[in-house]
């Protein structure tokens, strides 16, 4: 077998392993997420698991952990429209409203507020 392919089955491995554990345990939910917390299931050095983000989702660690968390905003926004924007930011793991809000815009075009009104159409 050639290196690449290694290497490649070796991601394809990793990916599964740490998608399973994020299905499972939602570490993103917690606003302190590091990269270096994905050691608790590959034990890989920081720089790896960089390349590793990188290479199998096509963006960084930040923006990866982001989309996973804007996913669980707009499950909330959804699921539980007595929620204010605040609680949907918080539990969705975000530190502070005004970078969810801004995160939120970037990857749907819209707020919070406009998705959940329009009814989650985007």
Same mark, same amino acid.
Not at 53 to 60: F, L, R
Not at 68 to 80: P, V
Not at 96 to 107: G, H, L, M, T, V
């Given at each position: 077998? *050639?290196?690449?392919?290694e290497s490649d089955l070796a %991601? ?10 994020? *299905? ?16 608790? #299931?590959?034990?890989?050095?920081? +720089?790896?698991? &960089?390349?590793?983000? %990188? ?8 923006q990866w952990a982001n989309g ?19 609680? #949907?930011?918080?539990? &969705? ?14 990857? +749907?075009?819209?707020?919070? &507020?406009?998705w959940r009104n329009r009814g989650?159409?985007?």
């Amino acid at each position: 077998m *050639e290196e690449q392919e290694e290497s490649d089955l070796a %991601n394809a491995a990793y990916r599964a392993a740490l998608e399973a554990w994020m *299905e499972k345990e939602k570490p993103y939910l917690n606003p302190d997420f590091q990269l270096t917390d994905l050691r608790q #299931v590959l034990p890989l050095n920081r +720089t790896y698991l &960089s390349q590793l983000i %990188n290479t199998e989702y096509g963006c960084t660690f930040f923006q990866w952990a982001n989309g996973l968390r804007i996913k669980e905003a707009k499950r909330l926004l959804t699921e539980q429209p007595e929620m204010t924007i605040e609680e #949907v930011s918080k539990q &969705s793991g975000f530190s502070y409203r005004r970078n969810f809000s801004r995160i939120f815009a970037q990857e +749907t075009g819209m707020s919070p &507020s406009e998705w959940r009104n329009r009814g989650g159409n985007s």
